[in-house]
């Protein structure tokens, strides 16, 4: 029935552009008003509906953490105490700023003790303990072919810029950043003592340094391919491929005395990084690992170095005109290392019970209809359609917060300093992940924190999990009507159930190992329609010479085309789309979409568009509405969109997958 003035409408028509035509642009026409009444805040790159979403909910986290902070527990033990103590010191900024570089002051000492190779090998672990991930990445996940286990993982690293390709990219933007970082590089070393000279003559080398690993890192498009960064091997063949870095020592450092089988990500990297480490420099290596400890702390120092990192990481490279306010800071902070204490104390105030009933409703919805869509492929070939229903009858399903909470007593929370408990807290978190090496996967384990705007999917676990953060306006609303809903979180969740069919998470079987469960046909059509995608993608360009990589983002643009198919199949069974009565003058059909586009609604800076063209995965928002709404046939007819209209893709290309 059609809501009174006062009832949740689900989307407000003042949103709407009526001087653009749906079938021309259905982005601008559905959210242009919302875009030119809503200005980017100078304190973001970007202003979305994920960051209204995510402002409200800082704010309520604050509120929490404020109550945490000025409780009178006593007791240094426990959660309220932590969480509070946290806040209030790095809210403290007099505290930071008369401590200056103190907090670091041990760090840096220990840095300019290395004498040897054995030292630096040893200093880079105690790095990735405590502050930052200089050189490589260890990590631990799951194992790619016995998903129930857990192994270790080495991951390239080693760069300072976002993305590999800064350092060679021959276009303005590129060179203006490379330009860019070496001043900043240099402002960071000037900031812990060194001289403008010497700064500058660093800044060089540790670029330079930096330039080589890049150039035997892989690119992002190729770490998505899990077939490649799949690469099993003992201590004993790793040591035989990556010969010129000290093995032993570093396990030992890390308390391992038996990795056991260890997944390489990228060999290429790890063959070579090792010989780039040999022919640099002592010294260089030490101001390397100097600038990745001032780099990887910055923002829990005095405001030079909070400052220096905000110019060239947001102000630069994103556009942002001003730094947010401190008390947004520590929020994020205080969230961030203390996730699921502040998590409880979210999902006790904020998460109804209803709304994780609701949703769970939609979710086994989308399941069934993405069942549905399976079966009634024609493409597809019966026993590859049986793994395929047999892989989706095995997912498993996380809403709002987790069943078992983490145990921070052991973490140690003080007030002598932002960054001493920054440090604490990164090494309380190194030394959990390192306990669950060559240990079975825990089930009740989550990926995210229970406060956190977002969702995902996991291929080693087969599963989607939807946090409660996301779970609120515009993505759910328990009190909206069913076509708002399925067009916003019922597309979203069908995205998350798509990645486990996408381009990466197809090479997975429904135990979540890396295995080839398609018949060779199946996945060549596959391959082949999915290559439509990546060509149309390919083909979006918010500025010249700047254009969305449609190999790199082909599993995202899967995920919202399979999303949106899949979430509409399943409205197609609630009361409101057979009813098919008008609200606000739309249809449910119309407001199903109108649901999508508002999840999208995006302004965002240009510097920060270049940005996320070439370091994100995701497609900008405007092409994630008007992408996949281009191949859509329940589109075309719900807004009466014809052959040759600009929301429509000629009949040839036009792709359909799931």
């Not at 790095?90 to 401590?99: C, F």
């Not at 000290?246 to 391992?256: Q, T």
């Not at 306990?435 to 087969?462: C, F, H």
């Amino acid at each position: 029935c059609k809501p009174t003035d006062t009832a949740p409408k689900g989307f407000d028509l003042n949103q709407l552009d009526k001087t653009v035509k749906p079938q021309d642009d259905f982005f601008h026409y559905s959210i242009g008003g919302w875009i030119k009444s809503n200005p980017i805040p100078e304190d973001k790159a970007s202003w979305s509906g994920f960051n209204e979403l995510r402002e409200k909910t800082v704010s309520d986290v604050k509120q929490i953490i404020e109550k945490a902070a000025t409780a009178k527990s006593q007791d240094k033990n426990s959660g309220v105490y932590k969480v509070g103590t946290f806040y209030n010191i790095a809210l403290d900024s007099a505290k930071a700023e008369n401590l200056g570089i103190k907090p670091i002051e041990g760090e840096l000492e220990r840095i300019d003790k290395i004498a040897s190779m054995k030292d630096f090998v040893k200093e880079v672990v105690k790095m990735s303990k405590r502050t930052s991930n200089p050189l490589l990445n260890v990590f631990i996940n799951s194992d790619p072919v016995n998903s129930n286990m857990n192994i270790g993982w080495l991951w390239q690293g080693g760069i300072g810029l976002g993305d590999r390709d800064y350092y060679f990219d021959e276009t303005d933007r590129a060179k203006k950043v490379r330009a860019k970082y070496k001043v900043h590089v240099t402002n960071m070393l000037k900031l812990i003592g060194y001289s403008e000279k010497d700064a500058a003559k660093s800044a060089e080398a540790i670029f330079t340094l930096e330039e080589s690993l890049a150039k035997i890192s892989n690119t992002r498009t190729e770490n998505r391919d899990p077939e490649k960064r799949t690469n099993r091997m003992t201590l004993a063949e790793l040591k035989k491929m990556s010969k010129n870095f000290d093995w032993n020592l570093y396990f030992s450092e890390l308390g391992v005395t038996d990795p056991g089988t260890i997944n390489v990500a990228q060999p290429k990297f790890f063959k070579q990084f090792g010989a780039v480490v040999k022919k640099t420099s002592m010294n260089v290596l030490k101001d390397y690992l100097k600038w990745n400890l001032v780099r990887g702390m910055a923002t829990e120092l005095s405001s030079a170095f909070v400052n220096e990192r905000f110019e060239f990481a947001s102000k630069f490279m994103r556009g942002q005109p001003k730094i947010a306010v401190r008390w947004k800071r520590a929020t994020d902070a205080t969230s961030g290392a203390l996730g699921e204490l502040v998590g409880q104390l979210y999902v006790k105030k904020h998460f109804p019970e209803e709304a994780k009933v609701r949703a769970n409703k939609i979710v086994q919805s989308l399941l069934v209809a993405m069942g549905d869509r399976i079966k009634g492929l024609e493409w597809m070939s019966a026993p590859t359609k049986e793994k395929a229903l047999e892989k989706l009858s095995t997912f498993g399903v996380k809403i709002g917060y987790p069943d078992k909470w983490k145990d921070y007593s052991s973490l140690e929370i003080s007030d002598d300093s932002y960054a001493m408990n920054v440090i604490r807290a990164n090494e309380f978190a190194f030394a959990q992940e390192m306990k669950k090496l060559n240990k079975p996967i825990d089930p009740t384990e989550w990926g995210m924190n229970p406060q956190t705007v977002n969702a995902y999917y996991s291929p080693a676990r087969n599963e989607i999990v939807f946090p409660a953060g996301i779970l609120q306006f515009p993505f759910f609303d328990k009190d909206v009507d069913d076509a708002i809903n399925y067009g916003a979180m019922g597309a979203v969740i069908g995205h998350e159930i798509t990645h486990g069919f996408d381009d990466s998470g197809a090479k997975y079987n429904k135990d979540g190992n890396l295995e080839m469960w398609w018949a060779k046909e199946d996945f060549k059509k596959f391959e082949e329609k999915t290559a439509g995608l990546v060509k149309q993608y390919d083909d979006y360009a918010p500025f010249e010479g700047h254009n969305v990589n449609g190999k790199m983002t082909l599993g995202e643009n899967i995920a919202d085309l399979g999303g949106l198919t899949v979430s509409y199949e399943a409205f197609k069974k609630t009361e409101q789309f057979k009813k098919n009565e008008k609200i606000d003058g739309f249809t449910p059909a119309q407001r199903f979409f109108f649901g999508w586009a508002q999840v999208w609604k995006t302004n965002i800076r240009d510097e920060a568009l270049k940005d996320q063209i070439k370091t994100d995965v995701h497609s900008p928002g405007m092409y994630r509405v008007i992408g996949p709404l281009a191949n859509l046939p329940q589109f075309f007819e719900a807004f009466d969109v014809k052959e040759g209209d600009k929301m429509r893709r000629p009949k040839d290309k036009i792709v359909k997958i799931w």
